[in-house]
């Protein structure tokens, strides 16, 4: 193995359009949020949500309630899901269903309008809500399923949409890894009654700090809007729709500033190259892994490689292995630590996390959840990474399992 120089687990990418942008957004001379670069990157999104190239939309809008996409610009996802709590309606008492392998925020927005957090357990081929347990956990109080597209890999958009209009259940889809992404080749995000984007740092597309909301249900439309505005009706006013603007319901200031969205619009210029080069990226480290000259020596340690669901795109936002066990995890990532390679787990169950404890929420027995929490091992991937880095990494990996496989050979040989 050849010696690598540092490789980060990422490094924020910068197009080179940015600085240009958000000159412009001064020169506009509107710096606060909705202005020139909002209403770009909003009508960006609400186009490329709209998309449905093999006509598979059907299969969601029977029941009519859904239109075009409407984005807004916020200052984060997490903001974008607190709107989605807000406009859900959810109350002291009600409960909402959320994965126990994911962020906090996909939580957190919902306890704090004083909803109880029911967990749910993550697939058995990848960190996904287990669709196929969710009708256990509705109540009487259940009010919203909150899901998370772990990697930017599609939940089972059809099952759990069948089981939310069974119970008529608000679903919102956490698109924080979900950027340029689908379902059967329907835009994530655009399925959901909401969804909530991240354009935080460490995501494919940034802007430092940022998000989208997005709203699909009808009926919430002309609410997210308030939501948006510190609850008031002010687009309405600035689209001449009335006369005067005033307090008219609930929300808080959500809006992003003008530089950010200036941003985030330098970002999206080049969205299919990015993605593009993600891709390539990603690709490059599963051939290592599958069809490398070691290829049964991931497998004969007990660690798998991530598995698509066929309805599912990849947008290659994380690339992850799931090791045998904590130990073995954590020796991985000491070896390649050393060689300058930086690779880390991701979620701790919130199911067992203080604040849940602490509430009462903490109960649930998720086994799924706990070996990904355990086992989870990702690894190095940003657009300035080179297929020469990948393949550093994925060496450096080969080689701890033969090393030690050497190690457990060399003490049976010394006890005989
Ligand atoms: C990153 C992330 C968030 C939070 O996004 P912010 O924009 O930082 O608020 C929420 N949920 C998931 C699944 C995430 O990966």
Redesign the pocket.
Known sequence: MRNVDSIPFNKPYFTGLEMGFIEDSFRRGHTSGNGYYTRMCQQFFEKKLNEDPHQHRALFRSTGIFGTPKCLLTT????A?EMCAILSGVKNGDEVIVPSY??V??ALAFARQGAKIVFADSRLDNPNIDESRLEDLITKRTKVIAI?HYAGVACDMEKIMQIARKYDLVVVE?C??AIYTSYKGIPLGSIGDLAAF???E??NIQCG???LLVVNNEKFKKDAEIVWEKGTNRSQFFRGEVNKYGWVGNGSSFLASECTAAFLWGQLQKIDEIQHQRRILWRTYYKAFKYGSDDAILDSHGISIPSLPTYAYNNAHIFYLVCRSIEQRTEIINYLAVRGIHATFHYLSLHHSDFAVKNGWGNSVLPQADRYTDCLLRLPLYNSMTAEDVTSVADAVVSYLKESALGVADLSAAMI
């Open positions: 984060s996802c997490t903001d899901l994911t962020f925020s996909t998370v956490d924080a890894q991240s354009f935080h460490t995501k700090e940022g998000g």
